[in-house]
């Protein structure tokens, strides 16, 4: 996959209180993703946007769009991404 179909797929981070909470206290990150989406397909799209390894991936269609609750190994890894993107 290359960079224009991932960021296809990862439209932009999801920001509330609460997605900011959890960056800390369970190691994810929310994105809003393309409804068409898979979860096979948004972790390739954010391991060749963002050099990093997924561990589990949750989806859930709302208002806003698809969200994806994107887990990484640790809460420092998430950190990390999290201030990499602008989140933090």
């Known amino acids: 996959m290359n960079i ?3 960021s296809r797929i990862v ?7 609460k ?5 800390e206290s369970e ?3 929310c994105f809003i993703v393309d409804r068409s ?3 096979p397909q948004i972790s ?12 589990n991936i949750n989806t859930a269609r709302t208002l806003y769009g698809k ?3 994107v887990r990484l190994e640790t809460a420092e890894k998430a ?5 990499k993107i602008g989140m933090l």
Request: proline letters at 2%.
């Open 44 to 55: 390739e799209a954010i391991s060749t946007l963002y050099n990093t390894k997924t561990v």
């Open 27 to 29: 190691s994810k990150i």
């Open 67 to 69: 969200k994806a609750f």
């Open 37 to 39: 989406a898979t979860k």
């Open 4 to 6: 224009e179909q991932a």
């Open 11 to 17: 439209i932009k981070p999801y920001i509330t209180e």
């Open 79 to 83: 950190r990390d991404l999290a201030t």
């Open 19 to 23: 997605t900011f909470a959890m960056i």
